[in-house]
């Protein structure tokens, strides 16, 4: 059974920083792209990055884009999300979702996704 | 950068009706990369539909999708209790390639 684990939310101040990790069992990990998702309060879904399975390729958002770094340990089944210069804009409930391929280039839906953590800035 | 827009926002249905929903995007698909996500408080995001019209592993059949180019639909044809929830579409061909719409909230009537 493919499951999904997220996991490093919680309260940090405006411009703190937070690393989330996705925690996977269920399938080889390094074989397929591996995505980061959101949902602000209130609001829909929005993709915030992305990285394929076999190699460093990484994809972000404009409205994350020099602050969030995305990555992964194959070894350990793990992806992260290191967020830096946090802002209230970034207030969300973070899923990990699974792509399926495994160049992040080639697309496709997302047929597998965590239960998300919920991460606050505030002050 | 494809714009996701669904329709209606909030649907009022009973149980045993039937659900329309509906996803345009801004610039015709090339092909049909379009998925459908049910989203619950508390629970994974799951997915129902991928290439407009298949149904991924587990899904019931009164779920289904169709469209193509700039107009989708998902149909659920009789609603049960357990389908009221948020719905969501996205488009994955183009570039950035994981776009979604704004959601459809399925509520009780």
């Known amino acids: 059974e493919v499951q999904l684990l997220e996991s490093g939310g919680g309260l940090v101040q405006p411009g703190g920083s937070l690393r989330l990790s996705c925690a996977v069992s269920g399938f080889t990990f390094s074989n397929y792209a591996m995505n980061w998702v959101r949902q602000a309060p209130g609001m829909g879904l929005e993709w915030v990055s992305g990285m394929s399975g076999g190699d460093d390729s990484a994809f972000y958002a404009d409205s994350v884009k020099g602050r969030f770094t995305i990555s992964r340990d194959n070894s350990k089944n793990t992806l992260f999300l290191q967020m830096n210069r946090l802002r209230a804009d970034d207030v969300a409930v973070y899923y990990c979702?699974?792509?399926?391929?495994?160049?992040?280039?080639?697309?496709?839906?997302?047929?597998?996704w965590g239960q998300g953590t919920l991460v606050t800035v505030s002050s | 950068e494809i714009v996701v827009t669904q329709s209606p926002g909030t649907l009022s249905l009973s149980p045993g009706e039937r659900a329309t929903l509906s996803c345009r995007a801004s610039q015709s698909l090339s092909s049909d990369y379009v998925a459908w996500y049910q989203l619950k408080p508390g629970q994974a995001p799951r997915l129902l539909v991928y290439g407009a019209s298949i149904r991924a592993t587990g899904i019931p059949d009164r779920f289904s999708g169709r469209g193509s180019g700039t107009d989708f639909t998902l149909t659920i044809s009789r609603l049960e209790p357990e389908d009221f929830a948020v719905y969501y579409c996205q488009q994955y061909g183009s570039s950035p390639p994981y776009t979604f719409g704004q959601g459809t909230k399925l509520q009780i009537k």
């Open positions: 979702a699974k792509g399926i391929y495994r160049s992040w280039w080639s697309g496709g839906w997302f047929d597998a």
